[in-house]
């Protein structure tokens, strides 16, 4: 008999809990379609007790889905408890409200059978190529315009496939080859899941999971609850603006940690959009925990522990509890500020993490026209900078908070009738600071097919850059054009005429602290690697870069540029108001990236 107070012995099952859950996603990832699930990995993976606790998640998956789907499963064992499954059964939703927020995350869970008797769940959510309805944007003005809405029901019923369901997904998508392949590879993940479970079960002679799940889940609670008893009780405030779209989204975050528990409270913030920027409450809990967790236990394994010590308060009818039928396609470009605004108000009590404001919405790019041979689809990621944390640096081009990769150019361009003619980081993006922010990255692209397109790009920062902490500057905003110069619209869909490019550029993450106490060497590396131009260390940081002069002392470097170090020590002396990096830096002849 395992004694599970043992903690080598909760240990070690814990792992191979996890290992179960990795090889799930992975077997996802290995036979999905689509290059949103196999490159970008926007999915998630997680095996349950039979009460539909999360138990284990795998290491791939992002916390919009796999914490929506957490709290989402007690609404599938609402619909279908116990006695009314049965081996061979898969249940299948993409109901925004239950699971993570818009109507192109399709959730299938699959209960597991110990010959007659359920043992647990295992799901997964991916977020699907097409569901119909308008193009993936913010355009619509309800969910029933944004595509087939699924309510909680039996994709397969006792092995048998609902072929009714299939039929319907299938006429109701612009892709139905690539959606359906990947709910086949949804469905055959979970079979994989579950015969690691089993196995694992027979191994260790269990019979339930029921103690395991209590001592894991227990665990957890009791790890997450000493981290926030740590900080002192109080109080932690912080607000942010949004871009909206016919008016800016007002952001207001109240933190208030009471012993071992925590509140975060979004009352004041703005009210529902009438465009899908809306997002779902579950949503909004699946980010908030994530940012507690990650700003203070970020050791504490997530699992159904993990989010009891927290607790969401958002007024039914705010932009962050939007009520149906609000339209949410686009909830991630407001849902994703979540994780920043409670870092920020958290501040020094994060202490190492204390982190400035990034692009805050990972940008997610719809493209749709047509060929000769009929229409296409096309949706990919790409990335802005994070903002600089308290000892670091921010991290360019990375997918903070969702996790999600970017598509790498050769698989879109073979999938699509879409080329990438140009790809590179954005020089200048990120907010100076004593550490800089992240950079942005600039995309240029066009269709090949001679005729026009339509294209929305799903991101934020255009007119709110991220803001700077502690003395730290904002990054530089996000822009979108066409080749002419014609301003786009980043969130709603624009229809593009033939022959013309579309230019991309995305938001850069805020600095932390000083722009002037930034080692001057940094600076010159900045500088070297092409991320800060010559000017922009002049007027931003108070460095002054030139070239090796005869007469130097001679220096062992990888490049001539050198910080004139009087030059420097006069300009800082003097304390010049650093530059706006919403304004272009001014150009000279050694001019940087």
């Not at 013309?500 to 080692?519: E, S």
């Amino acid at each position: 008999m395992l004694d599970l107070r043992d903690p080598v012995v909760a240990q070690v099952l814990w792992q191979r809990l996890i290992s179960v859950a990795n090889e799930q996603a992975a077997a996802l990832i290995r036979t999905a379609f689509t290059p949103i699930v196999r490159d970008a990995e926007d999915l998630s993976a997680a095996v349950f007790d039979r009460s539909g606790r999360m138990m284990a998640q795998s290491v791939t998956g992002t916390p919009g889905h796999i914490n929506s789907m957490a709290t989402g499963m007690k609404h599938f064992l609402a619909a279908y408890p116990p006695g009314r499954l049965h081996p061979g059964d898969v249940l299948i939703t993409n109901d925004p409200w239950q699971t993570s927020g818009h109507l192109l995350d399709l959730t299938i869970a699959t209960p597991v059978f110990a010959e007659d008797t359920l043992v647990g769940f295992f799901a997964n959510t991916c977020h699907a190529l097409d569901i119909g309805g308008r193009p993936m944007s913010a355009d619509a003005d309800d969910v029933h315009e944004e595509g087939l809405y699924i309510p909680i029901m039996k994709l397969y019923e006792g092995g048998r496939p609902n072929e009714s369901l299939f039929r319907i997904i299938e006429a109701n998508t612009r892709a139905p080859a690539p959606v359906l392949g990947d709910i086949h590879a949804q469905v055959a993940c979970n079979e994989v899941g579950a015969r690691s479970l089993l196995a694992l079960m027979r191994e260790f002679g269990l019979d339930s999971l029921d103690a395991l799940s209590e001592t894991i889940i227990a665990r957890s609670e009791q790890a997450l609850r000493r981290a926030i008893a740590a900080i002192p009780d109080g109080e932690y405030t912080a607000e942010t603006t949004a871009d909206g779209l016919d008016a800016p989204i007002r952001i207001c975050t109240k933190v208030t940690i009471a012993g071992d528990a925590v509140t975060v409270d979004y009352t004041g913030s703005s009210d529902q959009d009438r465009r899908g920027i809306n997002v779902p409450l579950n949503y909004t809990e699946a980010y908030t925990t994530f940012a507690i967790k990650a700003a203070i236990g970020p050791e504490v394994p997530n699992n159904d522990g993990s989010f009891r010590p927290v607790r969401v308060v958002a007024p039914p009818g705010c932009i962050l509890n939007a009520q149906p039928p609000a339209p949410v396609a686009a909830r991630a470009i407001v849902g994703h500020f979540l994780p920043g605004t409670i870092f920020r108000a958290l501040g020094a009590a994060a202490g190492p993490r204390a982190m400035a404001a990034g692009a805050d919405s990972v940008c997610l790019i719809s493209v749709h026209g047509g060929t000769a041979a009929g229409p296409f689809t096309y949706t990919f990621f790409c990335l802005g900078g994070m903002g600089a944390r308290a000892g670091k640096d921010g991290l360019s081009t990375t997918g903070f908070p969702s996790g999600v990769a970017g598509t790498p150019a050769e698989v879109t361009e073979t999938l699509a009738p879409i080329l990438i003619h140009r790809r590179e980081l954005r020089g200048d993006s990120g907010g100076p600071g004593c550490r800089r922010g992240g950079l942005g990255q600039t995309i240029e692209l066009a269709v090949r097919t001679g005729r026009g397109y339509g294209i929305a790009a799903t991101a934020d920062r255009t007119r709110c850059p991220a803001e700077g902490v502690d003395g730290g500057k904002p990054g530089a905003p996000a822009r979108t054009a066409l080749g002419s110069g014609e301003v786009l619209d980043f969130k709603q869909t624009q229809q593009v005429p033939p022959g013309q490019r579309v230019m991309l550029a995305l938001a850069g993450g805020g600095g932390f602290g000083d722009p002037r106490t930034r080692d001057p060497e940094a600076v010159r590396r900045d500088v070297l690697n092409g991320l800060v131009s010559v000017e922009a260390a002049r007027e931003d940081y108070g460095v002054v870069i030139r070239r090796l002069a005869p007469g130097d002392e001679v220096v062992v470097l990888p490049d001539d540029l050198v910080v004139d170090q009087a030059a420097t020590s006069a300009l800082r002396a003097a304390a010049r108001p650093p530059r706006d990096p919403a304004q272009p830096p001014r150009r000279g002849p050694s001019g940087g990236a």
